[in-house]
């Protein structure tokens, strides 16, 4: 058989022998642009048909094969990566792609080889022959079942045909701003959600509008309010959904419509709308009313952590922009694509700085300058900044121009200096075992936030401390201190919480990853698989701000003045110690060792639908929020004092008598050779004794829901 080939070869003319050779090189490329499409999420499914079509359509063998191996490959990395989550997806396929090409061309040398021993050889060609006697059904229904076995791999954990055709509204979600003058005209934005938090474009429900009212003072409840509240209102919607319906620009309500009220009346209100598809009574986030004077610092909610298509998150700056304002209803936003990324396609800086400004209108929608610099040993940092230029050069990438945090901060003196600009380092996903924090590297000029909690879990205590109630993705193999934002207060790091939503998603301010709209067929669609590693809902922080600008929510951030909620709820909460708040400082300087703190906590709670990890927000008939949760106050890194609340508004006082003593890591330190480090992924000595509070406490706020909503703020430090 080998003979005759050879010879039909030899009687065929030049010009087809060199069209037979040319013919490959088309094969070839297509063949590894398949392998390409291994990294690229959902959109893998094109490697999927070449493969598949190399396999049914090609004769010769050899390709067949290559064929149904690369849709095997593709198929079993989809669901390894769906299900193991020891690795980043990312990390995941590029070991697995370079085990797969390795492996592969063993293989085929191997057989090679074994073509060239005569009794293998025989065998060979004795089971092709067997398999040409089959009958013709036996033969197709193998290649189906060849067939079958990859596609049915990437379609059980591709496809979720709820997420394609299930947008039935749910439930309704109702936004507020959170302090308003009174009789000033302010908007209350109503959204019919589906059951995996996205806007029901076939929601035609009628809505109904009540309040419910407290006193400032007693916060006694207020019978009659008097309000301007809009009247009953039908939606409008179509007749089949939508995954995104805010993208459907036909007059219709398409799940969400924004209506103007006013109230006459000063005190805590809460707006709530009556549906009549489930037949519940839906509240809104807590809204303050009362004559604030023209220079009163007022609450304004956003997200400061976020990625597009830019790096490797989902769709363009300019959706991402349009959601966050008018669909997430945030005050400001922060768009942080990866630099590292961006360094390979230098162009799209100037893209994320063009779109940022153009999205930015002053009093309405303030947009941040922002970019991340990731880095594997230390840790990774977003830096945002005060004015209206992006850092664009040199772009900020740990592996080859920003290679240390001390590059980091020189770049950054750099830059502020040249443009006469602010900025901030905020570090997160802290004690994730692939970026391990550092906080012995931190710079106090730039590090005065820490991202407390994200789609990645929560990092105030190691992920499993007993304190931990939530815990993170990725965590270290054992036991790790030095890593969380509780061990760099100890170590006397003067940080604030604040929490953002690091999505991917393209849904800055809601992300959606934490359902089962992760899928890669939920729009807007990704190449990345970072949507498939989110399992928790992305949060939020409030700043008090003087205006809505840029300079106005850069210096409130910047100055600490801030509180932070764990998902899209937005609940006031305010903290101080003998009349010192949180932010400026947050220090309330004693006048000895012994003096009397007295510890008050303000909670309004959020009676939105919660969402909690892998879960989407949700409601039962006759349901009603649940206002049960834990108000903790932490103090030196220790669980202090906990309340139990059961109503929508509390304030509480607890007067701490003992004395000031402080606290040190100095005793979790390990020892490597001749030197300490804070943990064994730790390249940085240090002296152990540096790391302390230098004798002085420092206290902070937790509140943890019953219904898994989570609140932060602090700490506030304690000297004498």
């Not at 929020?625 to 004092?641: C, R």
Request: hydrophobic share 40%.
């Amino acid at each position: 058989m080998t003979k005759i080939k050879k010879q039909d070869n030899m009687d065929m003319s030049l010009p087809e022998r060199e069209w037979s050779r040319l013919r490959r090189v088309p094969r070839l490329i297509v063949y590894g642009f398949g392998i390409v499409t291994l990294f690229w999420y959902f959109w893998c499914i094109i490697g999927l048909a070449i493969g598949i079509i190399y396999y049914i359509f090609l004769k010769d063998i050899a390709w067949k094969r290559n064929g149904i191996v690369l849709a095997c490959a593709i198929g079993f990395i989809t669901i390894f990566v769906h299900f193991y989550k020891g690795l980043a997806p990312l990390t995941l396929i590029i070991w697995f792609n370079v085990i797969f090409i390795i492996s592969y061309g063993i293989i085929l040398l191997i057989l090679e080889i074994l073509k060239r021993k005569k009794r293998t050889l025989k065998k060979i060609i004795q089971w092709i022959g067997n398999y040409q006697k089959l009958s013709n059904k036996k033969r197709k229904a193998i290649e189906l079942m060849v067939i079958f076995i990859p596609i049915s791999l990437w379609t059980s954990v591709s496809i979720d045909l709820g997420v394609m055709f299930d947008n039935s509204p749910q439930l309704i979600w109702v936004n507020v701003p959170t302090m308003v003058k009174i009789n000033e005209s302010f908007d209350i934005t109503v959204e019919a959600w589906d059951p995996f938090e996205r806007l029901s474009a076939v929601y035609r429900g009628r809505v109904e509008f009540s309040i419910k009212s407290f006193n400032l003072t007693n916060y006694d409840l207020i019978i009659n309010s008097q309000t301007n509240l809009p009247e009953p209102y039908t939606f409008t919607g179509q007749v089949y959904g939508s995954d995104i319906a805010y993208e459907i620009r036909d007059g219709k309500d398409n799940g969400r419509h924004a209506f103007q009220a006013s109230i006459n009346t000063p005190g805590i209100h809460y707006i709530l709308v009556n549906d009549s598809k489930t037949g519940n009574t839906y509240y809104s986030n807590p809204i303050i009313v009362k004559n604030f004077t023209s220079t009163e610092p007022f609450i304004a909610w956003g997200d400061i952590h976020t990625h597009s298509q830019l790096s490797d998150g989902t769709g363009t700056p300019e959706h991402s922009f349009y959601f966050a304002r008018y669909i997430a209803c945030l005050d400001f936003y922060a768009l942080t694509d990866h630099g590292e990324i961006m360094l390979f396609a230098p162009w799209s800086l100037d893209h994320l700085e063009s779109s940022t400004n153009a999205a930015y209108e002053p009093s309405k929608f303030v947009t941040i300058h922002g970019i991340e610099w990731t880095c594997v040993r230390t840790g990774h940092y977003v830096c945002i900044f005060s004015g209206d230029t992006l850092l664009k050069s040199p772009i900020i990438d740990s592996y080859f121009t920003v290679t240390s945090p001390q590059a980091l901060w020189n770049v950054l003196d750099d830059f502020t200096s040249k443009h006469g600009v602010r900025a901030l380092a905020l570090p997160h996903h802290t004690t994730k075992k692939a970026y391990i924090q550092d906080w012995t590297y931190n710079n106090p000029k730039y590090v005065k936030l820490a991202e407390v909690s994200s789609v990645h879990g929560e990092f105030l205590f190691e992920q499993r401390h007993p304190l931990n109630y939530i815990a993170a993705i990725d965590e270290p193999p054992i036991y790790t201190n030095g890593s969380s934002i509780i061990d760099a207060f100890n170590m006397g790091y003067r940080m604030t919480m604040y929490i953002a939503s690091d999505e991917h998603d393209g849904h800055p301010g809601h992300s959606l990853s934490h359902n089962r709209a992760y899928i890669g067929h939920q729009r807007p669609y990704s190449l990345w698989h970072t949507r498939n590693e989110h399992p928790y809902p992305g949060g939020l922080t409030a700043v008090y701000v003087n205006n809505l600008t840029r300079e106005g929510v850069f210096t409130g951030l910047e100055n600490q003045r801030i509180y932070a909620n764990s998902d899209h709820g937005r609940p006031i909460l305010n903290f101080h110690i003998n009349g010192t708040k949180v932010g400026d400082g947050s220090t309330f300087i004693a006048s000895n060792q012994t003096e009397h703190r007295k510890i008050s906590v303000f909670l309004s709670q959020d009676g939105a639908p919660v969402a909690q990890r892998s879960i989407a927000a949700s409601v039962t008939p006759n349901w009603i929020p649940n206002w049960n949760a834990d108000i903790e106050i932490i103090k030196n890194g220790k669980l202090w004092y906990t309340e139990k609340v059961s109503t929508p508004i509390v304030n509480i006082s607890i007067i701490d008598t003992e004395p000031i003593t402080g606290v040190s890591y100095e005793n979790s330190c390990i020892k490597i050779g001749n030197n300490y480090y804070t943990n064994q992924y730790s390249d940085n000595p240090i002296d152990p004794s540096n790391l302390n509070t230098g004798g002085y406490d420092y206290y902070l706020i937790r509140v943890v829901g019953e219904n898994g909503r989570m609140s932060y703020a602090g700490p506030i430090w304690i000297e004498y």
